[in-house]
């Protein structure tokens, strides 16, 4: 198996967005947008093992555009979570940077499958 940067990441970003949602279920007893977190949060990885079995450049583009959208729903969950008070602007801040690196990495392979694609 070829090392994936693009996973690894996206599975440890995984494994943050999970205990996050457990930080906020047991010690915040948030609960709504705690679980749309770990939804979307865990999509990313989900979705991006999915793209790794691609049958063709047209599925990998989809799987990856959906992992993509994913990622941004996943920062925008964090910012209302910071903003109504369940998480501090230092988690906020390193967890948020997580998400956009990998977004960052998608992103770059959506662009050159699209490329590829034309």
């Known amino acids: 198996m070829k090392p994936n940067p693009a996973y690894d990441k996206a599975y440890a970003l995984a494994i943050r967005i999970v205990r996050a949602f457990q930080h906020l279920t ?8 705690s679980k749309q977190l770990l939804r979307s949060g ?8 999915e793209a790794n079995g691609a049958i063709s450049e047209a599925d990998l ?15 925008y969950c964090l910012n209302l979570l910071k903003d109504t ?6 988690s906020h801040t390193s967890i948020f ?3 956009d690196e990998v977004a960052r990495i998608l992103f770059a392979i959506l662009k050159t499958t699209r490329i590829n694609k034309k």
Not at 26 to 33: T, W
Not at 61 to 75: D, F, L, R
């Open 26 to 33: 047991e010690e915040k007893r948030e609960f709504v947008l």
């Open 42 to 49: 865990t999509s990313i990885g989900a979705n991006l093992a």
């Open 61 to 75: 583009s989809a799987k990856v555009s959906i992992t993509y959208k994913e990622s941004q729903e996943t920062k």
């Open 85 to 90: 008070g369940y998480i501090d602007e230092k």
């Open 97 to 99: 940077a997580d998400v």
